[in-house]
């Protein structure tokens, strides 16, 4: 069983920014693809950003460059980076961890989720 916890969320004003964490712990065997996704309210959940194990990154197209995902592969962690924060990104901010348990079969697990406001 793999626990998946986000943490750095908060509140800022637009044009602020704001760093996520995320850390994967427990009988860990083999993660692949770290990723963010964020649900605004009355909305469904969006992929914000993903990142390979070899560090390929790949971002929904409203990010416009204002974030960047990072990972640390021996630490089991991915961090986002958010710039040039606008209120439509605010939302609740999920940390999803794949794990390939043999080839062929993964097994997706979810952080609780921090919230994310941005607001003058």
């Known amino acids: 069983q793999v626990q998946v916890v986000e943490s750095g969320g908060g509140l800022v004003q637009p044009g602020g920014s704001l760093r996520l964490s995320c850390a994967a712990s427990?009988?860990?065997?083999?993660?692949?693809?770290m990723a963010w996704y964020r649900q605004a309210p009355g909305k469904e959940r969006e992929l914000v950003a993903t990142i390979t194990p070899g560090g390929t990154a790949d971002y929904g197209d409203f990010v416009e460059g204002r974030f960047a995902i990072s990972r640390d592969n021996a630490k089991n962690t991915v961090n986002l980076q958010m710039n040039r924060l606008q209120p439509e990104d605010t939302g609740v901010y999920y940390c999803n961890v794949v794990e390939m348990v043999v080839a062929g079969l993964e097994i997706d697990y979810w952080g609780q989720g921090t919230q994310v406001t941005v607001s003058s």
């Open positions: 427990g009988s860990i065997f083999n993660i692949n693809t």
